[in-house]
């Protein structure tokens, strides 16, 4: 039987994208913010560009596409990208339909980077992982810590 891996994407292997705060990226209409209940639009373009700019870490796709070769391994990115965005875009209530094809922006982009810097994977999940600021899972470990031990022993 197969091991499931799952993967993330920005810290994992490729660099973060640059640091941004949500109240940044909202322009005065359209969706409730959390902070302050106010209604604001976001700036979609502006949110999408911050993920063109990431460099890969060669290093460690190269060791997730050896466990996808050995054939032991069903490897899945799962990223958080889009997330947030397309929640509030749900939460704001307008009927629009925008939101999905956000999603699907952030998704071809994603899928773009993956095989431009030659990932190997099994499927692909964006926007479907949620934001958060701890983790706690017996099955987890640091990204850090891992490539840490199996790329330098």
């Known amino acids: 039987m197969k091991k499931e891996l799952y993967v993330d994407i920005d810290g994992t292997?490729?660099?973060?994208?640059?640091s941004f705060d949500i109240k940044d990226y909202t322009k005065g209409v359209n969706v409730p913010r959390a902070d302050t209940g106010q209604i604001a639009a976001f700036d979609f373009?502006?949110?999408?560009?911050?993920?063109?700019?990431?460099?890969?870490?060669?290093?460690?796709i190269e060791h997730i596409n050896s466990l996808y070769d050995d054939g032991k391994h069903n490897i899945t990115y799962w990223t958080a990208r889009g997330y947030r965005h397309t929640q509030l875009m749900k939460r704001a209530g307008s009927g629009s339909t925008d939101h999905i094809?956000?999603?699907?922006?952030?998704?071809?982009?994603?899928?773009?980077?993956?095989?431009?810097?030659?990932?190997?994977?099994?499927?692909l999940q964006v926007a479907t992982k949620p934001v958060w600021d701890l983790y706690i899972c017996d099955k987890s470990i640091h990204s850090d810590d891992y490539f840490s031990k199996v790329l330098n022993g």
């Open 13 to 18: 292997i490729c660099t973060l994208h640059k």
């Open 101 to 123: 094809t956000e999603k699907a922006a952030f998704y071809e982009l994603t899928e773009k980077q993956l095989k431009e810097w030659g990932c190997k994977y099994h499927e």
């Open 45 to 60: 373009e502006d949110l999408l560009n911050i993920y063109k700019d990431i460099k890969p870490y060669y290093d460690r």
